[in-house]
Every structure is written in C-alpha cells, then in structure tokens.
C-alpha cells in the first residue's frame, strides 16, 4: 500500500514539474527583446529585489502589516518544509522520518499561520469581497498538507495520509492559485530585471545604504 | 456598441484575441501570480482615497485577471466560477472599464509594494490593451488620441498657431535676454537637438517654452522644435493602443532622422519620457538611431560643464520637488532634477516619501483627459496635498505638465498656496 502511494505521490510530483514548466514556457511566450538603451544592469535590480528589496524598510505592504505578512511567512517555511519531507520520504524514507520528527513544530507553527491567513480572508469583508473559491480552496489545501506533516505521527499509516494527501495536493497545484509557487519568482524576477534595466532599481537609497 | 447577441459575441471575440496578443512579452506571468493577499491597499493614493475593495490594487488587477483564467487557464475554461474567471460580457467590459482607466493611473506604487513582487501596472496595461481593441477607451482619451494622430498634437493646435507663439515668445526673448540671437527655432535642419515639448506649453503655458529656449540660449545650444510633431506626449500610450502608440513614435523619429539632428531631447514629460525612451522602441521593434534623453539630463549636463552660470540667490523661497512616476519610478530620472535644483534654488527640501516610492499626484494614467473620473482624480490627490503642506514649502517643482495640471488643481482644492513650476523655469530665473 505504502508502494502505491509512493507512486501515486511521484506521479502527482512529476505532473506538476511539468505542468508548471509548460506553463511559464507559454507565459514566457517566446520572451521580449528590449531594444530601448540600457541605463542600468538587470542583475543589479534582480539581486535588490530578492534582498534588500524585501525587508520591511523598503516593502511598505510588510511595514504596514507586520502581523498579516509574518504569518505568510510562518506558512510558507513550513509548506516548503513538508514538500521537502515529501520528497525525502520518497527517496530517503529514513532520512526524512528524522527531518520530519524534527521540524514537526516548525509545521505545526505554521498550520497555525496558514488558519489565521484562512481567518482573515472569511473575516474580512474587503478580503472576502476580492476571494474566489480557488482562494479558499487553496489555503485549505496548504493547511490539509500541514496537518498532515505536523500532527499525524511517521509510522507507516501516517505515512501513507501524508503520500496520498500530497499526491492530490500536487495534482491541484498547477491548475489554481498555488502554482504561484513558481510564478512568485518568475514575475518577481522579470518586474525586476526591467526595473534593473532602466536604473530604476537598486533605488538610490539601497545604493547608498 | 454591445446592443445585440452578435455584436456582443463578435466583442468578445475581439476581445479575447487581444488579450493572448497583450500576454505576449511576458504580461503572462504576472497574471499567474497575484495571490490576492490584499496588502497593497496602502500603496495606491486612490485606495487611500476611498478605502473600498474595488479600489484595491489587487481587486482592479483581479478584473483582467479573471479574464485571463477564463481564455486561458484548464480550471478558467471549465469551472470558471471556481477561479473567479470571467467572459466578456458587456456588464463585465464596463467594470473593466471603471477599474483600468477610472480607478488605476498605472502609476505602479502598488507594484513596487507588492508582497509577491508583480507588475501590477503591467497587468492594467493589458486590460487597457484588450478595451482599446474594442473601442472602449473613454471618449475624452480617445478624442486626445485622435487629436495626435490626425493634427500631430493632442490640443489640435493649428501649425500657424505654433509659428506666431515662437514668433512672440522669441520677441519676448531678445528683449529680456538682451541678445538678438535669443529665439524660439523651429524648422531648422541640422541642429544638434530636436526638442519636444508638451501643447500645453504652446497653449497656455509658453513661459516654460520660453525658459528652455532662454536656457538653451545661455548654454549656446544648437536646437530647434519641428512645427510638424512637436508633441512629447503620446495618449496611445493612455489608451492602450499600441498602434497609435507606435505611429506617433514612428513619426516623431522620422522627423528627427529628417531634420538631421544629434538628439531628441524630451521636454518635462512623465509619460512622455516614459513611452519616447523605453517603451517606443519596442514599440517600433528597433533600436533609435540617435539618442533619446529628458532634458533634465541636459540641464544638469550644463551646470555640470559651466555651460551656464546660476545664482541660488535668484530663487529664495522654499521649493519642493514632486517625482512624476513614469519619470522616476518607471524611468529612472531621479538624481539629475534634484542636483539641478540643489543649484538653482536657495531653500529646497524634500518630500516624503519621494524618488520611487513618492505618491501620484492622481492626474496620471490619462486621467485628465477622462472628466467623468474628475471627483475621483481630486480627491485622489489628497495625500499628495498632505506631502506637499508637510514641507511647508512656496513652489512646487515638476517635471511633467500633467502633474503640474493635477496640482494646480490641488493647490486650489486643498488650500495649498503654492506655486507650480517646470524645473527649467527655476533654472531660468536662477541664470546670471
């Protein structure tokens, strides 16, 4: 049985690489040759934005909301967390029994994260008013794999809730907002090399910090 | 417009078309990434305004969005209400409209915050892209549009009109520079400099003309405007419409490549800047044969010379500048205007927040020439009142006559008292 959700799990995985990979390909769309003058150098602005440029001093949406943007924070160390012990449970099953008994708190933080995010978005009227039910759907998701990786214990049934349960998990993730997991980076890092590209960024401050 | 089932399908079809043409060039990838966190509200002056969802930056980039789920996404196409995902419709072409022209100056503050890191105006531009391809650009931005492309400026003004403005100001000129070589040129070939200017400098404010040329006459600068595309502007640009965009680009080049100049330097434009030197050529898919650069540039590049002398004792009441966003924050000028005025003025201070992360003063994105939009604009600029009145200071320098149009109206409407200048002006009367 165990087996059989180790496939099912590496099938799901496998699905995902895929399909987010066939994603961002299309929405690279052949790329964009920028043949204004350059004034500045992309990497400069790529490097800022994925440093400095996320620190409360410079990002005002994590200065004003220190709260909300700490507890996306929390969960999202742990979904990465899980999807590693995941993938260790895959292809070093002792290994990742370890891992997991380990960071099993750093999971269960974040489940608490990921149901305050939830909280908020139903509580909230303007939050409720721009949510659709992918929305929902996905912060349930993340949670659900939480749960799993936090509170139920690594024996061999524990095991297969978490393989199966991510086995669906991934198939989900590239169809609705989860596959923001990727294109957090992509969109990220193009803003920010066009950015570069025009000595917009690193700001003139963060030059001179 | 959208009256029948066939014109309604036919828009859609239309529409839908122009939106995979708009996700090209990676606009694409924005729109898969906004997680709708709703921490941007704070970064939008229009937000600030009027704290309603629709005026989240997150909830008007939601409206392209689910557009996008619906023509191009697996769970858009078959469980469209799961995703948000939306047809176009007529209703849902009108809240298009209202969010991308009426509520967003594509000013790109909320971008800059954003806590995934996406191009918020990016996707916002798509959406104006998709109206414009079905003629749903508002009548006042379309007319300015029009103007451009069928007299080559945006106010219409007839060619004779610009002849005896130059004839006038250049008279104006010699009297107060005291040198018969003082003079506004225009159709001159081969001068070094083409140089644009906003119709509005023709029209109603030709004191400002007035200052570059008396500036360009003390540096001893080669210069001339072309009576045939002297617009700065581009409303295309505003709408959307890349077509447009592109032919007023085109010609304003080939007029430049004519009159065989050195550089086109660009008068204290915004947008102007914005879509001339970064946006046109990728428009015109083709590097410029010549160099494109803000006349700020210039400016500082003759005090930097001593090509001009200034005297800060000329200009001694308190100054502060104001950073038009496509200059600054989508442009990358926001050193030069700051040393300049450092020279030329007595008492400068700065505002806060200021450079890339100074607030629109709301008359961006096309949003004065949309007069259904007029409460909102005004009340939009509040927080831009409150930067100014913390500093206390008398004149408010800008680079961009669009700015400077939306803060002589908030200088009235908040009982401001100050003084709205271009920064060559200041320059102007600092000159000894």
Known sequence: MLALAKAIASLAIGWTLVALVTQVIAARGGGRRDYSRRAGAPWKGVLYSFTTGMTPAHKESVRLHPGKFALGLVMHVGVIVSIVGVVLLLVWPTGALRVLSFLRLVCAVALVGGIGLLFRRVLSSTMRAISSPDDYLAILATCGLLTCSSLFPMDARGQLVVLLYAGLLFVYLPLGKLRHAVFFFVARGDYARRLGYRGVYPPVRARTE | ?432
């Not at chain 2, 002849?163 to 520079?177: G, N, Q, Y």
């Not at chain 2, 080049?253 to 065989?260: S, Y």
């Not at chain 2, 010549?290 to 005297?311: F, H, N, Q, T, W």
Request: glycine share 10%.
């Open chain 2, 1 to 432: 417009m959208l009256g029948d089932d066939k014109d309604t399908a036919e828009t859609a079809a239309q529409a839908s078309a122009a939106l995979a043409r708009a996700c090209r060039g990676l606009a694409a990838y924005h729109l898969n990434a906004c997680v709708r966190c709703g921490l941007c509200g704070e970064s939008c002056h229009i937000y600030r305004a009027e704290p309603t969802p629709e005026n989240l930056p997150g909830a008007k980039a939601a409206r392209v969005i689910g557009h996008y789920r619906r023509y191009a996404t697996f769970l858009g196409r078959h469980l469209p209400r799961v995703v948000g995902a939306r047809d176009f419709t007529p209703a849902a072409l009108a809240e298009l409209v209202d969010a991308v022209y009426g509520r967003c100056t594509g000013c790109g503050r909320c971008g800059l915050h954003c806590s995934v890191g996406l191009d918020v105006a990016a996707i916002i531009r798509v959406g104006r892209h998709v109206l414009a391809s079905v003629g749903l650009v508002p009548a006042g931005l379309q007319r300015t549009v029009n103007n451009q492309l069928e007299t080559g400026n945006q106010m219409a003004i007839p060619r004779e009109e610009l002849i005896s403005t130059a004839e006038w100001l250049s008279e104006d000129l010699k009297l107060e520079r005291g040198d018969d070589g003082a003079r506004v040129h225009v159709d001159q070939p081969g001068r070094r400099v083409l140089y644009l200017v906003n119709p509005r400098e023709i029209k109603f404010f030709p004191l400002s003309l007035m200052a570059a040329a008396g500036v360009f006459h003390a540096a001893g600068e080669s210069w001339t405007l072309s009576s045939k595309f002297y617009d700065v502007t581009n409303y295309g640009f505003f709408a959307g419409d890349d077509d447009a965009a592109r032919e007023l680009t085109r010609r304003v080049m080939e007029e430049a490549q004519a009159l065989g100049v050195q550089e086109v330097i660009l008068s204290e434009c915004g947008h102007g800047f914005r879509a001339f030197r970064w946006e046109g050529p990728n428009w015109l898919q083709r590097e410029y044969p010549l160099p494109v650069r803000s006349v700020l540039e210039l400016l500082e590049e003759y005090l930097a010379a001593g090509r001009i002398k200034v005297d800060p004792a000329k200009n001694p009441r308190r100054v502060t500048l104001h950073d038009p966003c496509n200059l600054v924050r989508w442009g990358g000028v926001s050193e030069p205007q700051r040393r300049i005025l450092r020279r030329c003025v007595q008492d400068f201070v700065e505002m806060t927040p200021n450079r890339q992360d100074n607030f629109c003063c709301g008359g961006g994105g096309g949003m004065l020439s949309m007069s259904e939009y007029g409460d909102r604009r005004i009340a939009s600029g509040a927080i831009k009142a409150e930067q100014i009145r913390a500093t206390g200071a008398k004149i408010v320098a800008t680079p961009c006559h669009n700015c400077a149009d939306q803060l002589l109206e908030i200088s009235k409407r908040y009982k401001l008292g100050v003084e709205i200048q271009a920064v060559v002006e200041l320059v102007y009367a600092a000159l000894t």
